[in-house]
């Protein structure tokens, strides 16, 4: 659904949809909820406290395009606050139509090396933290009985696992199999889930794996980046308006009849 068609539902006086985008600050995320916002919907950039002046730029762009944003901080890995997040979300937007499990964390490190710690605090994150998501946002649309979308963060790795990332391959594994778990139990509420599977993106996120991968295999910073990048069949590095443009479907009316399904926008590395 595009932004004259959220104004023909204004004017008709239909609730004008509201959308949570989580980790909204910066990267994909911040490039989903500025998608979604001119797309019509209202928007919460949802990120953590140390991030909240990122998100209120976000916002702010927002606002000054003509959408409407609010800001509210969360820890995804943290019950309490996901829930609250999601209380908050739906009192500000009205009701909770949208919910973009966005926020995650990557490493680099063999698994031979890997403490524990480390494997947890990853799969915690991308992992734990989406069910914690996937959960709130569906109670609320279930006791609003109105439907809704719920759209998680995979990878390519959910298919293709990396060397060198076997816990962030790990973690994405599992949203991907929660996922169809929670589409399966939440389709008779009206509720789709789908998750993306971005590639090689250009973001903070992928700067720091280049910068680790590049010292595991004696390169210079930049190379493990462009050496990765040479499997991408669109032959270029993927950008973040890339994959908002993807959910930006799934959050659409448009993708009404789709659900449980995990697909890859990554330029063309893998095929499923």
């Known amino acids: 659904m595009d932004a004259g068609q959220e104004q023909s539902r204004r004017q008709s006086g239909e609730q004008v949809r509201g959308a949570v985008v989580t980790g909204g600050s910066r990267g994909i995320g911040r490039a989903i ?12 950039v949802a990120d953590l406290p140390a991030m909240r002046s990122e998100a209120q730029a976000v916002a702010d762009g927002i606002a000054a395009a003509g ?52 494997f947890d605090r990853v799969v915690t994150v991308n992992l734990r933290g989406a069910f914690l998501q996937y959960q709130a946002a569906a109670r609320q649309m279930i006791a609003q009985g109105t439907g809704g979308k719920i759209i998680g963060a995979a990878s390519i790795v959910a298919y293709r696992p990396f060397a060198l990332m076997g816990h962030y391959s790990a973690s ?21 889930v789908n998750a993306y599977c971005p590639g090689i993106v250009g973001t903070a996120m992928w700067d720091l794996i280049d910068e680790k991968l590049a010292a595991y295999e004696g390169l210079e910073k930049g190379q493990a980046i462009r050496k990765y990048s040479e499997q991408i069949a669109l032959g270029r590095v993927e950008e973040p308006a890339d994959v908002a443009k993807y959910v930006s479907y799934l959050a659409s009316p448009d993708s009404d009849y789709m659900t449980g399904q995990s697909v890859m926008i990554d330029g063309g590395m893998q095929f499923s």
Not at 172 to 188: N, S
């Open 33 to 44: 909820a500025e998608r979604l916002a001119r797309d019509g919907l209202k928007v919460v």
């Open 67 to 118: 959408g409407r944003a609010f800001v509210v901080d969360v820890d995804v890995t943290s019950e309490q606050e996901v829930e609250s997040l999601v209380q908050e979300s739906a009192s500000r937007l009205g009701q909770l139509d949208v919910f973009v499990a966005n926020a995650g964390v990557a490493g680099v490190v063999s698994l031979l090396e890997m403490a524990a710690e480390e």
């Open 172 to 192: 994405k594994w599992g949203v991907r199999g929660l996922t169809q778990a929670a589409a399966l139990e939440w389709a008779r509420h009206g509720i789709t």
